[in-house]
């Protein structure tokens, strides 16, 4: 049951992964298709991203007092729909709604899967089983633009979000199967919006939860920048062809399935504090490689994606510590917690790839010096969380 589990929660996770990174090397084509620049066609990423945070704030809620099979499926049943929209979108207009409409519906699966995994599992246990799901999740973005690259040379870009909306579907049919509820009626919250909306500025409030969601998002920005710049990153500084966008994500995602496996192992083994030192060390050495070979040498393949595995698998080890220590904070409410978590990530990967990447096109350099720049306020930021009046044994406030 543990490992159907993981598997499950890992696939339903993948949903908005694979929405990200599926269509990327077909963003040029789409462009010239609709008569659009680059920057208009970065829109299909930034607006899904946004729509993806926005009601990612709402999904925990929603399970907390709905129950966490129902909304995950409702989600999944969106997604399906909007996938179909998106590959029979006569404009460019109906394209970007299709995409805000996927991206309100994508991220259940990662806020739900994470409320699951509290449910049933706690501190050591459960990031081990963090540190599982990300391993099996871990190959979406890797498999995810070079099988959307081969599709897209065979196929046309349309057929990308055909496959997005095939893999919906045989989303909710799984969880249907094999997902069982994990939250007893008798544990759910009444939807009363005047209660939820002071439990989430509790939540908001608390100081060592913000501090640490805001870490966990600033480090996952350095793998964000590199998704938003991705198509520029290889098309045109590496200038490689559609088909090659795994000499990118394979290192990248190589690095986090390898230090997800590590970190999972080492779970319960490695007081959690030093655990984190390991992960931000790692992650140091990577980001000033990174930098130092961009500094020195043109971008050529392997060079140039090497330090970004070394810098994921430090974040493969940092990411399951910090969630599971902000989680912990709220155990009555961890759908809500897991929401805030999950948006303050998204809200943040949105502006980094969005709006931070294209101002970066172009220059491999400046790349590395943005995910360095992201990783030491990450650093400060957990550094910040364990000092003053809830630090890291407080607890807060208890929300109704």
């Not at 789409?30 to 066609?41: C, Y």
Request: glycine fraction near 12%; aromatic fraction near 12%; charged fraction near 10%.
């Amino acid at each position: 049951m543990y490992r159907m589990l993981t598997v499950i929660l890992a696939c339903v996770g993948m949903v908005g992964a694979l929405a990200i990174d599926t269509y990327l090397p077909s963003l040029p084509t789409i462009g010239r298709e609709f008569a659009v620049g680059p920057l208009a066609v970065q829109q299909t990423l930034s607006v899904f991203l946004f729509t993806f945070a926005f009601m990612m704030l709402f999904y925990g809620t929603l399970s907390d007092s709905f129950g966490r099979r129902p909304v995950l499926l409702a989600a999944l049943a969106v997604f399906t729909l909007a996938s179909l929209g998106a590959a029979m979108a006569p404009s460019f207009g109906s394209l970007l709604a299709c995409r805000a409409l996927q991206g309100l519906a994508a991220g259940a699966g990662s806020v739900i899967g994470q409320a699951i995994v509290q449910d049933r599992f706690s501190g050591a246990q459960a990031q081990r089983m963090m540190s599982h799901i990300m391993i099996v999740f871990g190959l979406a973005p890797a498999i995810a633009p070079v099988f959307g690259g081969w599709l897209f040379v065979a196929l046309g870009w349309r057929a990308v979000f055909y496959f997005l909306a095939l893999f919906g579907a045989a989303m909710v049919a799984l969880c249907w199967r094999a997902l069982p509820e994990s939250l007893p009626a008798a544990q759910r919250h009444a939807f009363h919006p005047g209660p939820i909306a002071r439990n989430y500025l509790k939540v908001l409030g608390n100081r060592q939860f913000l501090l640490l969601s805001l870490a966990v998002g600033l480090a996952f920005g350095g793998l964000s920048l590199y998704i938003g710049a991705a198509a520029n990153f290889v098309l045109e500084i590496l200038r490689l062809p559609e088909t090659a966008f795994g000499w990118l994500f394979i290192p990248l995602i190589s690095g986090m399935v390898a230090g997800s496996i590590w970190s999972g192992k080492q779970a319960g083994r490695i007081a959690q504090g030093r655990m984190l030192w390991i992960g931000f060390g790692v992650m140091g050495v990577g980001a000033l490689a990174n930098v130092g070979y961009n500094l020195w040498f043109a971008a050529r393949i392997p060079w140039a994606v090497l330090p970004l595995a070394l810098y994921t698998f430090g974040l493969a080890v940092v990411m399951p510590a910090i969630q599971v220590r902000a989680l912990a904070l709220f155990p009555d409410h961890r759908g809500l917690a897991s929401s805030m978590v999950s948006f303050i990530q998204m809200m943040v990967f949105a502006l980094v790839s969005g709006l931070l990447a294209p101002m970066l096109f172009g220059s491999a350099l400046k790349l590395a010096l943005g995910v360095l720049a992201g990783l030491a306020l990450s650093f400060a930021f957990w550094q910040w969380s364990g000092r003053g009046p809830q630090g890291v044994a407080g607890a807060p406030e208890a929300i109704q």
